[in-house]
Antibody
Framework: QVQLQQSGAELVRPGTSVKVSCKASGYAFTNYLIEWVKQRPGQGLEWIGVINPGSGGTNYNEKFKGKATLTADKSSSTAYMQLSSLTSDDSAVYFC??????????WGAGTTVTVSS | DIVMTQSHKFMSTSVGDRVSITCKASQDVSTAVAWYQQKPGQSPKLLIYSASYRYTGVPDRFTGSGSGTDFTFTISSVQAEDLAVYYCQQHYSTPTFGSGTKLEIK
C-alpha cells in the first residue's frame, strides 16, 4: 500500500541543522509531489514547501525561505527536508505528504524536532 | 496569501447528531478546497477534495459542499470516533489551511 515513512524524533541544539527524511513506497515516486507541513504543539498546520521528485523543482512558503531546504533522491524514493539555524520556534512536528493537483492524499506519521540546549 | 477562516474553534455535539463546520476563503478559490481530519496524536487524513468529492474509503456520513469563498463540511450522524480536529485547506494558490475546528462529543 502507499506509505510515507518518516525518520525518528530529533533533539538538536540551537543554531544547528537537522535533516528529516520521508521514504515513499507503494507508488511511483516521481509521479507525485511531496509537500512538507509544520505543526507546533497544540497549533494548526502550516505549509512549508513542495518538491517535485521527478524534476527536483521546489516551491517554498516565503516564511520558510532560508530556513528549509527540500531535496529528493529518486534512487531511494526518499524526500528530505533540512532545517537550518534552529531556534526554539522550530520545535514542532513536521509532516511530509504526497500531493496531487487537488489535495494532500497520503501523509507520513510526522517527525518531532525538539530544539533545546 | 489566501486566508481560510474557520470561525468555530470548538463545536460540541452528541452521537447521532448532524454537525456542519464552515470555512470561508478570503478570495474566490473556485472548488479548490480539501478537508482533513486529525485525531489526537495522529497525522491528518484526507476526507474531502475538490470541495465535494469523498476520498477513497471515507464513510458517506462525511460530505463537503461549497464554491467560491464559502465551504461547508458536514457529518450527517456523528460517531464517537469522529472526535478530532477538522481542517479546511485551499490549493487554488500556495496552500493554506484553516485554523481548525475541534469536534467534541458530549
Amino acid at each position: 500500500q502507499v506509505q510515507l515513512q518518516q525518520s525518528g524524533a530529533e533533539l538538536v541544539r540551537p543554531g544547528t541543522s537537522v535533516k528529516v527524511s520521508c521514504k515513499a513506497s507503494g507508488y511511483a515516486f516521481t509521479n507525485y509531489l511531496i509537500e512538507w507541513v509544520k505543526q507546533r504543539p497544540g497549533q494548526g498546520l502550516e505549509w512549508i514547501g513542495v518538491i517535485n521528485p521527478g524534476s527536483g523543482g521546489t516551491n517554498y512558503n516565503e516564511k520558510f525561505k532560508g530556513k528549509a531546504t527540500l531535496t529528493a533522491d529518486k534512487s531511494s524514493s526518499t524526500a528530505y527536508m533540512q532545517l537550518s539555524s534552529l531556534t526554539s520556534d522550530d520545535s514542532a512536528v513536521y509532516f511530509c505528504a504526497r500531493s496531487t493537483t487537488t489535495c494532500f492524499d497520503v501523509w507520513g506519521a510526522g517527525t518531532t524536532v525538539t530544539v533545546s540546549s | 496569501d489566501i486566508v481560510m477562516t474557520q470561525s468555530h474553534k470548538f463545536m460540541s455535539t452528541s452521537v447521532g447528531d448532524r454537525v456542519s463546520i464552515t470555512c470561508k476563503a478570503s478570495q474566490d478559490v473556485s472548488t479548490a478546497v480539501a478537508w482533513y481530519q486529525q485525531k489526537p496524536g495522529q497525522s491528518p487524513k484526507l476526507l474531502i477534495y475538490s470541495a465535494s468529492y469523498r476520498y477513497t474509503g471515507v464513510p458517506d456520513r462525511f460530505t463537503g459542499s461549497g464554491s467560491g469563498t464559502d465551504f461547508t463540511f458536514t457529518i450527517s450522524s456523528v460517531q464517537a470516533e469522529d472526535l478530532a480536529v477538522y481542517y479546511c485547506q485551499q490549493h487554488y494558490s500556495t496552500p493554506t489551511f484553516g485554523s481548525g475546528t475541534k469536534l467534541e462529543i458530549k
